[in-house]
């Protein structure tokens, strides 16, 4: 199974600020990767697709770079409905396997 | 609108099978694959599992390939995931999700399965 390394596992930030998430595949997975968010009481979010695609809907102060093994989702000028987990997932090949999550807190 | 409503979570006790289903609405069932994610308490997402549009190929994560079992009804529009042997290891909230190419863009709100005697 691909295994999927997600970091930071919590992250502290405040509104406006920018951060950055780091997904690490154990082998390359081209760019089938995806980016969740997750919110209590709410449906989760696909945010981004193949890497860096934004969804749609997705505002466009998210972004997704990365091919091969390593990726990134960065969130720039954090507004309030950011602050959630985030789970990056790779569909290069099955089984498909997440990241252990980001938790994303208002400091 | 998208919305996809999981149903038939609830306490089990162990080495028992439940049946979860999935109603989708709002898009044409039929042509989408359809999948299984869950998420134990306090851990984080674990795919269980997709299936084509005409069930012709499913897909499963291998752990979990002897125990559980997804089908859909494309006249009802209802994807299911039949569990059986379940342990306490299988208490979580179950997602069903559409799948497009592999990413899931809409997600159910989950049914909460505990398995306990």
């Known amino acids: 199974d691909v295994q999927m390394t997600q970091s930071p596992s919590y992250l502290a930030a405040s509104p406006g600020e920018s951060v950055s998430i780091s997904c690490k595949a154990s082998k390359s997975i081209s760019n089938n990767l995806a980016w969740y968010q997750e919110k209590p009481g709410k449906a989760n979010k696909l945010l981004i697709h193949s890497g860096s695609t934004l969804q749609s809907g997705t505002p466009s102060r998210f972004s997704g770079s990365g091919s091969g093994t390593d990726f990134t989702l960065t969130i720039r000028s954090l507004e309030s409905e950011d602050f959630a987990v985030y789970y990056c997932q790779q569909y290069n090949e099955y089984p498909l396997t997440f990241g252990s999550g980001t938790k994303l807190e208002i400091k | 609108e998208v919305k996809l409503v999981e149903s038939g979570g609830g306490l089990v006790q162990p080495g028992r099978s439940l049946k979860l289903s999935c109603a989708a609405s709002?898009?044409?069932?039929?042509?989408?694959?359809m999948g299984w994610v869950r998420q134990a308490p306090g851990k984080g997402l674990e795919w269980i599992g997709e299936i084509n549009q005409d069930s012709s190929t499913i897909n499963y994560t291998p752990s979990l390939k002897d125990k559980f079992t997804i089908s859909r009804d494309n006249a009802q529009n209802t994807l299911y995931l039949q569990m059986s042997k379940l342990g306490s290891e299988d208490t979580a909230i179950y997602y069903c999700?559409?799948?497009?190419?592999?990413?899931?863009?809409?997600w159910g709100q989950g049914a909460s399965v505990t398995v306990s005697s």
């Open positions: 709002g898009f044409s069932f039929n042509d989408y694959w």
């Open positions: 999700a559409r799948a497009v190419l592999s990413p899931m863009d809409a």
